[in-house]
């Protein structure tokens, strides 16, 4: 995925992305491969994260913990969200630049597939 220099919002779903699916029930957290690389390597302090979940937010002291323990920053934690499809709109630059994108990744498979590159020509 080619993307510009600005900075980014990036929205990513808690669990089977970030997290192992319904980990948190079983007392049993685990980060899934590749999210401490793919933190490390292309969000910068410039960048806002929003995580969503459908946990219930009776869940939230404990992910929070969680989630500063393994050092992922996030500017945003949203609980109690439905299950079902999460639809992203957003508008184009006058440019044409594309300011939105979608990844659906297998569940618990982390982020170790997903590979960006920033070019200052976009």
Known sequence: ML???????????????ILVHNGYRNGEEELLPGVKQFFQKYI???DCVILIT????????????FLHKNNIPFDHIIFDLPHG???????????G??????INLVRNEGLRSVEME???DL
Do not use: H, Q
């Not at 630049?97 to 979608?102: A, K, N, R």
């Open 3 to 17: 993307l510009s220099s600005l900075s980014k919002t990036y929205i990513f779903d808690l669990d089977g992305t």
């Open 44 to 46: 910068t302090k410039e």
């Open 54 to 65: 459908a946990r219930k937010s009776k869940y939230r002291e404990e992910t929070i913990g």
């Open 85 to 95: 499809e999460r639809i992203l709109f957003n508008d184009k630059k006058n440019s």
């Open 97 to 102: 630049l594309e300011t939105s994108y979608s």
């Open 118 to 120: 920033i070019s200052e």
